[in-house]
């Protein structure tokens, strides 16, 4: 058994179409091919299948092979175009190989086609090398650009809602996917509360969501690795399958958020189509979630730290209230003392020893009063200043 070739052949010759075959076959080759002899019926077969070579007759009355090879160009396909005649002469072979075609083989000595197809082989397979290493370093070199721009969106954010929104405008502005969400761990009860992407409406979302987590999610919080489902809509664990066949969503994505070692949430991405996530974007879409991890974790310490500061000044407030309604009930006790106390030393003392006394006494209540009165006017000018 050969290796396999597929090969279209554009020739109008039956016969020499049989030659070319057994041409390949003596050459160590198992061609699959197919004759065609016009630009409609070579349409349809570069639509129908993919070529790796193409063979064709240069010199053909209706359909020239000039005119198959200006086909192909159109298509933008890289397939190799190798043109066969049974015309000689090294001017019309120059004049061939000017006009794009890989390489020039006359019927007459077909011992340089099997070479000429290997040697054009490895030279497709080297473009299409070049073309994929070029297409990975820009698909790393804008994954970089995502996460730099997302670190400075999320980097200076510390409110939880406007960081999350953020994040997924980010996410979701960037990357290919149909929608993103976020679920964040809720402390206190320990579940999963959703957030969701902004391609899907949040009430369309929420009217639709699992009570509980969705077992994908939960795969992400045990495991604390990325999950990936290839087909969400037919997963037997989609309880709501339907509602991602209506919204387009079938693969599914999932990453933990993880901040300083604990497991804040999921970071969820869903694709429009069936399909395996690479581990290149795996690791990448992992990576992502580790940054947004630690930004989440910064902001629920901020509103942590925030709402410590709040329950503080309630208390701070409570306190100062109480000190002016002491003050006040001080002061107001102290002078009704004073006030006695000069009344009975007008009226019921004698003796200079007891007038000198209980003048002694009132002196230190009228004292009192004033040091509870500038105590009671400069704890209402704190509280107003905060």
């Given at each position: 058994?050969?290796?396999?070739?597929?090969?279209?052949?554009?020739?109008?010759?039956?016969?020499?179409?049989?030659?070319?075959?057994?041409?390949?076959?003596?050459?160590?080759?198992?061609?699959?091919?197919?004759?065609?002899?016009?630009?409609?019926?070579?349409?349809?077969?570069?639509?129908?299948?993919?070529?790796?070579?193409?063979?064709?007759?240069?010199?053909?009355p209706?359909?020239?092979?000039?005119?198959?090879?200006?086909?192909?160009?159109?298509?933008?396909?890289?397939?190799?175009?190798?043109?066969?005649?049974g015309?000689?002469?090294?001017?019309?072979?120059?004049?061939?190989?000017?006009t794009?075609?890989?390489?020039?083989?006359?019927?007459?000595?077909?011992?340089r086609?099997?070479?000429?197809?290997?040697?054009?082989?490895?030279?497709?397979?080297?473009?299409?090398?070049?073309?994929?290493?070029?297409?990975?370093?820009?698909?790393?070199?804008?994954?970089?650009?995502?996460?730099?721009?997302?670190?400075?969106?999320?980097?200076?954010?510390?409110?939880?809602?406007?960081?999350?929104?953020?994040?997924?405008?980010?996410?979701?502005?960037?990357?290919p996917?149909?929608?993103?969400?976020?679920?964040?761990?809720?402390?206190?009860?320990?579940?999963?509360?959703?957030?969701?992407?902004?391609?899907?409406?949040?009430?369309?979302?929420?009217?639709?969501?699992?009570?509980?987590?969705?077992?994908?999610?939960?795969?992400?919080?045990?495991?604390?690795?990325?999950?990936?489902?290839?087909?969400?809509?037919?997963?037997?664990?989609?309880?709501?399958?339907?509602?991602?066949?209506?919204?387009?969503?079938?693969?599914?994505?999932?990453?933990?958020?993880?901040?300083?070692?604990?497991?804040?949430?999921?970071l969820?991405?869903?694709?429009?189509?069936?399909?395996?996530?690479?581990?290149?974007?795996?690791?990448?879409?992992?990576?992502?979630?580790?940054?947004?991890?630690i930004a989440?974790?910064?902001?629920?310490?901020?509103?942590?730290?925030?709402?410590?500061?709040?329950?503080?000044?309630?208390?701070?407030?409570?306190?100062?209230?109480?000190?002016?309604?002491?003050?006040?009930?001080?002061?107001?006790?102290?002078?009704?003392?004073?006030?006695?106390?000069?009344?009975?030393?007008?009226?019921?003392?004698?003796?200079?020893?007891?007038?000198?006394?209980?003048?002694?006494?009132?002196?230190?209540?009228?004292?009192?009063?004033?040091?509870?009165?500038?105590?009671?006017?400069?704890?209402?000018?704190?509280?107003?200043?905060?």
């Amino acid at each position: 058994m050969g290796e396999p070739l597929r090969v279209l052949i554009v020739e109008d010759s039956e016969d020499d179409t049989l030659l070319l075959v057994r041409e390949l076959q003596r050459g160590g080759y198992d061609p699959t091919f197919e004759r065609v002899d016009s630009a409609e019926a070579m349409a349809r077969a570069l639509a129908a299948r993919s070529w790796q070579i193409v063979l064709a007759d240069y010199t053909m009355p209706q359909f020239k092979g000039t005119d198959a090879l200006e086909l192909l160009k159109e298509t933008r396909l890289d397939i190799p175009l190798i043109f066969v005649s049974g015309a000689t002469g090294e001017d019309l072979a120059v004049a061939a190989m000017k006009t794009g075609a890989h390489d020039y083989v006359i019927k007459g000595n077909l011992k340089r086609l099997t070479p000429a197809i290997a040697r054009e082989l490895r030279e497709a397979e080297i473009r299409r090398q070049r073309k994929r290493d070029g297409e990975s370093l820009r698909r790393q070199e804008k994954r970089m650009w995502v996460l730099y721009e997302i670190n400075q969106a999320i980097t200076c954010i510390l409110d939880l809602r406007d960081l999350v929104n953020i994040l997924i405008q980010n996410i979701n502005l960037f990357l290919p996917y149909s929608a993103s969400t976020v679920s964040l761990l809720n402390q206190e009860t320990r579940e999963l509360e959703s957030v969701p992407g902004i391609s899907l409406r949040e009430t369309q979302w929420r009217s639709h969501i699992l009570k509980r987590a969705l077992a994908w999610e939960n795969l992400v919080l045990e495991a604390k690795s990325p999950v990936a489902v290839r087909n969400i809509q037919k997963d037997l664990r989609a309880e709501e399958a339907e509602f991602f066949r209506n919204h387009g969503l079938v693969a599914y994505l999932g990453a933990p958020l993880l901040g300083q070692h604990e497991i804040l949430g999921v970071l969820g991405y869903y694709a429009d189509e069936e399909r395996e996530f690479e581990e290149e974007e795996v690791r990448f879409l992992t990576t992502l979630a580790g940054q947004a991890g630690i930004a989440i974790r910064n902001s629920q310490l901020y509103e942590k730290t925030k709402s410590q500061v709040v329950e503080s000044e309630k208390a701070k407030q409570v306190k100062d209230e109480f000190l002016v309604v002491l003050a006040r009930e001080l002061s107001v006790a102290l002078e009704t003392a004073t006030t006695s106390a000069g009344s009975i030393r007008e009226t019921m003392l004698q003796g200079p020893g007891e007038k000198a006394a209980l003048e002694q006494v009132a002196g230190h209540s009228t004292e009192l009063v004033t040091r509870i009165q500038s105590l009671l006017a400069a704890t209402k000018a704190e509280a107003k200043l905060t």
